[in-house]
């Protein structure tokens, strides 16, 4: 009897070209994927993390294999004691088992509305001269 093939998505340091990809050797790779929009994708530092509830379609890719293989990415990513394991929404009808962390663990840390872990430094939509705080500011200051 064949194993059952397991679909893993995955959106930060195990994506192509970064630097844990080394750790899905063996696994099939199913192309680009995107969540629905129901996540939020956090930077902490060195690495993504996954929220269950938010309002971002994160962006990542799919990966195939059978247990023992997926056994080996979840060993590294120390679940259940860093992550947990849990089924995430994709685009198109799709799920996927996936890795996330708890809301308390990342308090404080920076969110990433592009929902996307590539583009992370790419310069903000608005520019800094026009966000709220910004123009806040510029009205006291001219009170005075």
């Not at 194993?3 to 340091?13: I, K, M």
């Not at 890719?61 to 849990?86: K, M, N, T």
């Not at 663990?105 to 969110?111: H, I, K, L, N």
Request: glycine residues 10%; contains cysteine; proline residues 3%.
């Amino acid at each position: 009897m064949a194993a059952s093939t397991l679909n893993l998505f995955v959106y930060g340091t195990l994506m192509k070209g970064e630097r844990d990809h080394a750790v899905l050797e063996g696994l099939e790779f199913g192309g680009a994927a995107q969540t629905v929009v129901r996540y939020t994708l956090v930077d902490i530092d060195i690495f993504a993390v996954l929220l269950e509830g938010g309002s971002t379609a994160v962006q990542g890719e799919i990966y195939s294999g059978d247990a023992s293989q997926l056994a080996r990415v979840h060993s590294f990513q120390q679940v259940p004691h860093r992550f947990y394991q849990g089924m995430v929404d994709l685009e198109g009808g799709m799920c996927a088992i996936t890795h996330f962390m708890k809301m308390e663990q990342v308090r404080g840390r920076r969110r990433l509305p592009n929902g996307s872990w590539r583009d992370r430094f790419a310069p903000r939509s608005v520019p800094h001269r026009n966000r709220v705080f910004a123009q806040w500011a510029r009205q006291r200051s001219s009170k005075g």
